[in-house]
Nanobody, 115 residues
């Protein structure tokens, strides 16, 4: 099992930046990729970005060029650097991973972008 704890959310003006963190309770070396999702009010949860076990990154089109996913193996932490934020990025952001093929989610962190 692995526990995930997100942090770093908050209120920011449009055009601003935030860095989200996702701290894992165990080494992230053995995890099968790590991901960021978000859920806006009244909408379904959507995939935002992912980083594979070989550190290949991928992004949904709406955040390409603005968001960057990374991870620190020493700190067992995944990050999402979010720049040029827009009001439509407002959502609860969740991290997700798989351990032994079982999915695990964090509790989420709120990001609010004001216009």
């Amino acid at each position: 099992q692995v526990q995930l704890v997100e942090s770093g959310g908050g209120l920011v003006q449009a055009g601003g930046s935030l860095r989200l963190s996702c701290l894992a309770s165990k080494s992230i070396f053995g995890l099968n990729g790590m991901f960021w999702y978000r859920q806006a009010p009244g909408k379904q949860r959507e995939w935002v970005a992912g980083i594979s076990s070989s550190d290949t990154t991928s992004y949904t089109d709406s955040v390409k060029g603005r968001f960057a996913i990374s991870r620190d193996y020493v700190k067992n932490t995944m990050y999402l650097q979010m720049d040029s934020l827009k009001p439509e990025d407002t959502a609860v952001y969740y991290c997700k991973t798989y351990d032994q093929s079982d999915p695990y989610w964090g509790q989420g962190t709120q990001v609010t972008v004001s216009s």
